[in-house]
């Protein structure tokens, strides 16, 4: 399966999509349906490349960049305590950006709003 979430600039492989999570942490949908639903990297999901960025800030906040063609991909925070919009705690601290990257066709999980 080719479910893997590319860099829309230069078509880099970042993660697959089954290694996203939802702002809860996990596969759940949040039912605060004010928001746009993000993705997010669970510790157990990220990639050298990632954690090179994320150990550079002493796990503290920063951005991290596409290893191919440096677009900005996404985003962390180790600082502030992850909070959803419904007030749950226990948003992943590493954020995809939605419109720096492109989702397989298939499987998306109702992901995109
Ligand atoms: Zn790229
Ligand atoms: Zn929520």
Known sequence: MNDFIKCKKCRFNIINVSQ????????SVCKDSNHTQKLFIPES?????????????????GKFYCPTCQN?????DFVSSGKCFCGQYCVPS????????????????????
């Open 45 to 61: 999901s990220y990639s050298s490349w990632i954690l090179e960025a994320i150990e550079k800030s002493n796990w503290t906040k």
């Open 20 to 27: 996203t999570v939802s702002e809860h942490g996990d596969e």
């Open 72 to 76: 900005k991909l996404g985003t962390f």
């Open 94 to 113: 590493v954020i995809l950006m939605s419109s720096k990257i492109d989702y397989p066709s298939v499987n998306v999980k109702n992901l995109i709003s």
